[in-house]
């Protein structure tokens, strides 16, 4: 298994440009998160998936948006890139917590380290 | 709304001695899991141990243990044996075990160095 992975590793973006990250799991897995991490801070979650189709809000969702059309995939997409934005970004996936596996350990993946200038 | 705090933002630990990391964190839920994640310098974050609030017995992994202090909102962990490899950032993390889609919130992150 892959487990959970990231594309890009790196982006550079202009003020206004619009991008996706994405983010695949093949772990079968029906809850996927994403996370941003500001420079010596901790992760703070902007959207978050409980299986294809459904998706909620986290701490810091202003910017941003995502869709599930599949378990596998859960791609974040940022429509007028903003200073703000510039973080490391992280996707994460886990079982329910009552699925009775894995007790509900979240997997990340390796990150996409996103500056805006 | 759960918090978790993380006061120390930095500490250092000769290579071989145990050092301890504080996490505190604030809830009003009986049922939860904390967790302790290390994150070293090529980003990927790992878990290190967790703990569900309903067991009383601390957790260990090999070198890595806590110290759960329920009552007190209380979860450090305790590095013995201190490696090189032990040097990263790390996260305490909270998860309601009754809140909607098993989310975490992170503390601020204690850098940890290992000094040869």
């Known amino acids: 298994n892959a487990g959970v992975t990231q594309t890009p590793k790196f982006r550079i973006l202009k003020i206004g440009q619009s991008m996706t990250l994405q983010c695949t799991q093949d772990?079968?897995?029906?809850?996927m998160y994403w996370y941003r991490q500001d420079p010596g801070m901790g992760l703070k979650l902007i959207y978050y998936?409980?299986?294809?189709?459904?998706?909620d809000k986290g701490e810091v969702p202003n910017g941003y948006n995502v869709s599930r059309s599949t378990t596998e995939d859960f791609p974040l997409r940022l429509e007028l890139a903003a200073p703000s934005q510039t973080s490391v970004y992280f996707c994460?996936?886990?079982?329910?917590?009552?699925?009775?596996?894995?007790?509900?350990?979240?997997?990340f993946g390796p990150g996409t380290r996103l500056t805006v200038l | 709304a759960q918090t978790v705090t993380q006061s120390q933002p930095e500490m250092s630990v000769q290579e071989a001695e145990t050092v301890t990391l504080s996490c505190t964190y604030d809830?009003?839920?009986?049922?939860?899991?904390l967790f302790w994640y290390k994150q070293p310098p090529s980003r990927q974050m790992i878990l290190v141990i967790r703990?569900?609030?309903?067991?009383?017995q601390n957790a260990t992994e090999n070198r890595f243990s806590v110290n759960f202090q329920k009552a007190a909102k209380s979860f450090s962990l305790k590095i013995s044996d201190s490696q090189l490899g032990d040097t990263a950032m790390y996260f305490c993390?909270?998860?309601?075990?009754?809140?909607?889609?098993?989310?975490?919130?992170f503390g601020a992150g204690t850098i940890l160095r290992v000094k040869s």
């Open positions: 994460a996936s886990s079982y329910p917590g009552d699925s009775g596996r894995s007790y509900n350990e979240q997997f």
């Open positions: 772990m079968n897995h029906n809850y």
């Open positions: 998936s409980v299986g294809a189709g459904i998706t």
């Open positions: 809830t009003s839920e009986n049922n939860y899991y």
């Open positions: 703990q569900e609030a309903y067991k009383q």
């Open positions: 993390a909270f998860m309601t075990s009754v809140e909607y889609g098993n989310k975490l919130v």
